[in-house]
T-cell receptor, first 111, second 115 residues
Framework: TQLLEQSPQFLSIQEGENLTVYCNSS?????LQWYRQEPGEGPVLLVT?????EVKKLKRLTFQFGDARKDSSLHITAAQPGDTGLYLC???????????FGQGTTLQVKP | NAGVMQNPRHLVRRRGQEARLRCSPM?????VYWYRQLPEEGLKFMVY????????ESGMPKERFSAEFPKEGPSILRIQQVVRGDSAAYFC?????????????FGSGTRLTVV
C-alpha cells in the first residue's frame, strides 16, 4: 500500500515570508497532484505534475517533482493571508483515477 | 455552470439512525468518487461509481455503508445505523468520462455529526 508523507504537518508564518512544504511517497508516483483546501470547503486542484524533474509555477507557487518521481515540494514566495489552508498532495493511483492523499500540511499566514 | 453540489452541508444524526448524503456531479461528468476526511487528516478514498455501476469500492467499510449512482438523479452515499466513529466530512468529486487524471472537481462536502 502506497503511503504519502507530508511535512511539516503544521506551519505558522508571518505575511511576506517564504516557505516550502514536502511530499514523499513510499513508491513511485503515477502522477502527482497538489490541492489546497480552505476550511469548510472541498479541495481545489492547484497543479498536476507527471515527468520527473518537472517544475511548474503558478503565480507565487512553485512546484517541483523529484527526478525519481517519489517526492515533490511546493514553495510559496511572499506568503499572504489568502494562502492559509490545508495543502494536500495526492497520487492518481491505478487506472480508475482513485486518488491517494497525504495527510496534508496546515498553513497559517498571519497578517 | 454549477459545480459539484452536495447536500446537506451539515447533518446531525443520533446513533443508530441512517444518514443519506447526496452528490450531483458537474454537468457532463459521468464519474463520481466519494472520500471521507477526519479532522486534520487527508482524504481517504471510499468508492468510485459511474452511472448505474460501482467501479471500485475498495475503500468502503464492509458493513453499513453503501453507494449508488442511478441513471437519473444524484449519487447517494448511505450509512445505516450510524456510530460516533462515522462523524467526519464526506466529499464527493466528479470527473469527465476520461477519468480523474485531469483533476477532479470536489464538492463542498457534507459534515456528519453523530451524537
Amino acid at each position: 500500500t502506497q503511503l504519502l508523507e507530508q511535512s511539516p504537518q503544521f506551519l505558522s508564518i508571518q505575511e511576506g515570508e517564504n516557505l516550502t512544504v514536502y511530499c514523499n511517497s513510499s513508491s513511485v508516483f503515477s502522477s502527482l497532484q497538489w490541492y489546497r483546501q480552505e476550511p469548510g470547503e472541498g479541495p481545489v486542484l492547484l497543479v498536476t505534475v507527471v515527468t520527473g524533474g518537472e517544475v511548474k509555477k503558478l503565480k507565487r507557487l512553485t512546484f517541483q517533482f523529484g527526478d525519481a518521481r517519489k517526492d515533490s515540494s511546493l514553495h510559496i514566495t511572499a506568503a499572504q493571508p489568502g494562502d492559509t489552508g490545508l495543502y494536500l498532495c495526492a497520487d492518481t493511483w491505478s487506472n480508475t483515477g482513485k486518488l491517494i492523499f497525504g495527510q496534508g500540511t496546515t498553513l497559517q499566514v498571519k497578517p | 455552470n454549477a459545480g459539484v453540489m452536495q447536500n446537506p452541508r451539515h447533518l446531525v444524526r443520533r446513533r443508530g439512525q441512517e444518514a443519506r448524503l447526496r452528490c450531483s456531479p458537474m454537468k457532463g461528468h459521468s464519474h463520481v468518487y466519494w472520500y471521507r476526511q477526519l479532522p486534520e487528516e487527508g482524504l481517504k478514498f471510499m468508492v468510485y461509481l459511474q452511472k448505474e455501476n460501482i467501479i471500485d469500492e475498495s475503500g468502503m467499510p464492509k458493513e453499513r455503508f453503501s453507494a449508488e449512482f442511478p441513471k437519473e438523479g444524484p449519487s447517494i452515499l448511505r450509512i445505516q445505523q450510524v456510530v460516533r466513529g462515522d462523524s467526519a466530512a464526506y466529499f464527493c468529486a466528479s470527473s469527465p468520462p476520461a477519468g480523474g487524471f485531469n483533476g477532479y472537481t470536489f464538492g463542498s462536502g457534507t459534515r456528519l455529526t453523530v451524537v
